[in-house]
Each structure stands twice: as C-alpha cells, then as structure tokens.
C-alpha cells in the first residue's frame, strides 16, 4: 500500500472511531472533504414511466460547444446516475454563465434496449435547473406507448430517412417518412450532418389516461397565440407522434428544409365533440406541436381523418417541418390561475403537506384531490380550471408525511370561490393542531484542547427518510456549517424509518442506517472528527 492509501485509510478508520454510535441512526459515517459546487448545477431526474427498475448499465456523454467545461458537483469528470436515477451535473466553477455568454451542452444516455435519451441545455446564470428525464424502454414501453428508433441514416445522401412503429395489441402504428434531398439544422441554425437517428414514440389514446400520456402533460401552456393568462386542456385527445433526429455527435435536429409526411393510426372511439359523434373519414382534428427544449406549444395545420384502403384503421395525416411531438386533440381554454386562498391557521415553519379537496360548489363532487402546505398566511392557488366554475376547498388533518392526525377528519373549508379570479379567499383553519416536532441536529465535537472550525465544516449537509424496505425516499432536513440544529413535523415518536445522508450535495447517499426506532423528539448526529478542529 503506497503513502497516500495508507494515510487515508487511516483518516477513514479514526473518521469512523469517532463517531458516537449510542442511539446515533447513522452509524458508520464518512464525512466528505470537498463542499459541493452549489453554483450552476443541472439536476437530471431519471425515471421509467412504466414502472420498470431504472437499469444500472447507462452510459453518460457530455456534448456540444461547452461540453469540456462540464463536471459533477464535486468538481470531476466522473458522471455517475444514483440508484434513485440522479444525474448531478454543474458548471465549473471556472466558468461564469451570462445572457452574453450563454453555457451549452448536451446529455445523452445511451442504454441498452432504451430511448437514448437527448437532451441539450442553456445556462445564462447560476441557477439551479432540474429536468425529469423518461427512459423508456424498447421492449417493455408504458401501456398505450409505443417506442422505436433506427440509426445510421445519412443525413447528406439521397436516402429517404423513414421509420413506423411495430404494430400494438390492437394493430395500432405511427409513420413518419423525411423525402430525399431534405437537409437539417438544429436550434442554433447550425447544420447536422453525419449519419441520423430517428426515434418515434407514439400514444394510440386507447387507455383511460390518453391525456395523462402526452408529452407535455394533459394542459398546454405558453401556446403561440393564446393570450396570456390562459392554457388549454386536452378534452378529447386522438392521439400523439414525437419525433426525434439527432447524429453522432447528439446534436439535435430541430428544422426540416422540407415538409416531412407523418401518419398515426387513432383510436376509432375518438369523439368528436364539434360533431357530436364518434370521428370519421373526412373530419379535421386540431394539431398542435411541442417543444419539450423551450415548452412551447404552437398551433399547427389541422390533420385529417382518412381510412387507410390497405388496412381499413382510421389515420391521421398531417406534414411537418420540425423535430418535435405532434398531439392530435381537442381542447378547452382554462385559466392559467384562480381561485387562490389564503391560509389562516396556528401553523409556522410546519414542513408536512395536508390533504385538500377541491369541490364544485354546484354539484358538489369532488373535482381533485391534493397535498398543499397550510402554515399561517400560506396561499393555495388552484390551476388550469374553466372559466365560470365556483368552487369550495376542504382541509383535512391528514398529511403526506404519517397520515391523519389528532384530530384525522375535516377541519375546515372556504366559502364558495369564483375560477380565474385571483382575489384571495380566507381558508380559516384554526381548528387544525399544531403537530409534534422533533429537533434535528449535526453535533461535531473536538478532543480537550481543541476549539471547532466552523468554517471547515461541511457546506451543506442533506437527509431524506423513508419507510421501512421500500427505498421511497423523502426529504428530511437540510443542515449548512452555520446551521446546524432544524426543526421538523415529518417523523412520528415510536415509528421506525431508514435513514439517510449526504455531504456532497446528493451526488451520492453513502450514509445509512436502516429500520431505526425513533424513540424521542430529538435526533441528533454526533460526530467527532479531529479535521475539522483547530
């Protein structure tokens, strides 16, 4: 063992030794040296809309013109995904993001039998982005989705780049053809070139969640034309195609020097509601496309129905001229905002969410239901509702962290409000208990003689709970050096969680301690460790 290994696994093993075990629910700690970059981090979460176990074999590339000033948040080039399908990335920090001087780069995750995920970013300054990220799998897609992908087109020949999904259950397909001598640019108006691949993920609408499936989600916002204020929501939805084309170097097509054919089979149950009907040959459906870079919705020219003579399946037709997703519905305008509601209660600093409902003042049903932080003078907004609707908002004492509470039931709603409209309404909820807290706390301790160096403690010291086996990990406290003792609603007395901590920002948990009895209202960290002492 050379010098280096030696001493620091000496430094391991004392880190380790100083650690107060008694009660301590994080035994076993290692305490990072280096703070994490909190400066221009990029947080990819990655998560599989069918449900599958994220895979553990995905390669990470880093491109496009700012791709070597890329690194992860400990300041390395060693990009890794968490097994909760984190990718933390940052800008170094030798490097200042400005609207003058924009930061550029692409992540691609390449995976065996998935998607390969494409995704560019922009920074103009240091804030945090956070993108959630599908991985959809080839073979076992979500119900209603259908995925495929074909590489190795060249982009300069007279090949004609062409692509349709396998058939579903129900024999649906989507077909997209790009005619010869087409050329391609991405966002930038630069050209792509070198060999293509064109992916395509298409919904048949068949599933009982059609609107939910939409890339995008079921409201559209910041759609071109629309005046601001107000979205539109999916009311009958036909069916989507997104489209996909990048090269080698994960550089993304966004423009098509010429219209390229798309075709997607729909579901024949589709109603038309101009009509009234069911649709047929010869009916027109709004199309709209999305940008998932931008979000940016746009109108586009309105597809039409047709019955393919070869197959007998109602299609929709419809040309495009960009590489993004294509939806086929029809919609209503919402309000973008309204009703909102303003809390009063004995509740401040309480960091567990509580059950509301959301009720038609008319009819009385339950329109949703939700969890909403309800600490005195908090407001509630409620979104994407149409216009001339009046509604009531209930608060129940159950919460999103341990369930109902003292007093479990309904504790109060509002009077009757008006959608779209902003005005606050008061939500008096001083019925609701104040629930028990319990005290967090990182205690660092030094040898006789030696005094604590703050300024050598961990910037930024994280935690997140979870029941007991399932891996379904929540927030707990965040701890900074300066501030090292937080108060928190989100574990009960006598429960038993597994626990969790990081030191370096989230890129990593190494710090555990599974099925451990929380048997008093204070938690508490003890660590002894010479390094941070003077």
Do not use: H
């Given at each position: 063992m050379n010098r280096y290994l030696y001493v620091l696994a000496l430094f391991l093993l004392s880190l380790f030794l100083g650690l107060e075990a008694c009660q301590n629910p994080l035994e076993g700690v290692t305490i990072g040296l280096k703070d994490p970059i909190q400066s221009g981090v990029i947080e990819c979460r990655l998560y599989d809309p069918a449900g599958n176990p994220l895979p553990a074999n995905s390669r990470i590339i880093i491109s496009g013109p700012d791709a070597n000033a890329v690194v992860t948040t400990l300041n390395s080039k060693k990009y890794k995904i968490t097994t909760d399908g984190v990718l933390l990335l940052a800008v170094s920090p030798e490097v200042m993001p400005s609207a003058q001087r924009p930061f550029r780069f692409t992540v691609a995750i390449v995976t065996p039998d998935y998607l390969t995920v494409v995704q560019p970013f922009v920074l103009t300054n240091g804030n945090r982005q956070v993108r959630s990220l599908p991985l959809i799998s080839l073979s076992k897609p979500p119900v209603g989705m259908t995925p495929a992908d074909q590489s190795g087109q060249p982009a300069n020949t007279g090949t004609i780049l062409s692509l349709h999904t396998s058939p579903t259950a129900q024999g649906d397909m989507a077909r997209v053809q790009i005619p010869s001598g087409t050329s391609f640019t991405d966002r930038e108006g630069k050209p792509v070139s070198g060999k293509l691949t064109l992916q395509l993920i298409h919904t048949n609408a068949r599933t009982g969640n059609a609107a939910g499936q939409l890339p995008g989600g079921p409201v559209f916002s910041n759609v071109v034309g629309v005046g601001a204020g107000t979205s539109l929501r999916a009311q009958s939805v036909a069916g989507s195609i997104s489209i996909k084309v990048f090269n080698e170097d994960f550089q993304l097509v966004q423009q098509l020097s010429q219209p390229g054919e798309l075709n997607m089979d729909l579901n024949p149950g589709t109603v038309n509601p101009r009509a009234g009907r069911t649709i047929q040959p010869g009916d027109s459906i709004p199309l709209f496309s999305y940008d998932a870079v931008t979000g940016v919705w746009k109108p586009e020219k309105a597809g039409i129905v047709v019955r393919e003579a070869s197959t007998g399946r109602l299609t929709l037709q419809a040309r495009f001229t960009q590489a993004v997703s294509y939806i086929a519905a029809w919609t209503t305008p919402v309000c973008s905002l309204g009703p909102v509601f303003s809390v009063r209660s004995k509740l401040t600093g309480v960091d567990v969410k509580y059950k509301c409902q959301l009720?038609?003042?008319?009819?009385?049903?339950?329109?949703?239901?939700?969890?909403?932080?309800?600490?005195?003078?908090?407001?509630?907004?409620?979104?994407?509702?149409?216009?001339?609707?009046?509604?009531?908002?209930?608060?129940?004492?159950?919460?999103?962290?341990?369930?109902?509470?003292?007093?479990?039931?309904l504790i109060g709603e509002s009077a009757p409000a008006t959608s779209c409209d902003q005005t606050p309404i008061p939500l008096l909820l001083n019925e609701l208990p104040v629930p028990p807290s319990m005290q967090?706390?990182?205690?660092?301790?030094?040898?006789?003689?030696?005094?604590?160096?703050?300024?050598?403690?961990?910037?930024?010291?994280?935690?997140?709970?979870?029941?007991?086996?399932?891996?379904?990990?929540?927030d707990l406290v965040s701890a900074t050096r300066t501030q090292r003792n937080v108060t928190s609603y989100k574990l009960r007395v006598g429960q038993r969680y597994d626990f969790r901590a990081s030191t370096d920002g989230g890129a990593s948990w190494p710090l555990r301690q599974n099925d451990y009895l929380v048997d008093k209202a204070t938690w508490a960290l003890k660590i002894k460790a010479e390094m941070y002492c003077k």
């Open positions: 009720i038609d003042a008319q009819t009385k049903a339950v329109v949703t239901t939700f969890f909403a932080g309800v600490n005195n003078n908090d407001r509630i907004a409620i979104a994407n509702q149409e216009a001339g609707r009046s509604f009531i908002l209930r608060v129940f004492d159950e919460t999103d962290a341990w369930g109902k509470g003292a007093k479990g039931g967090l706390q990182f205690q660092f301790s030094c040898p006789q003689g030696k005094l604590l160096d703050e300024a050598s403690l961990p910037a930024l010291m994280l935690t997140q709970y979870s029941e007991v086996g399932k891996d379904n990990w929540r």
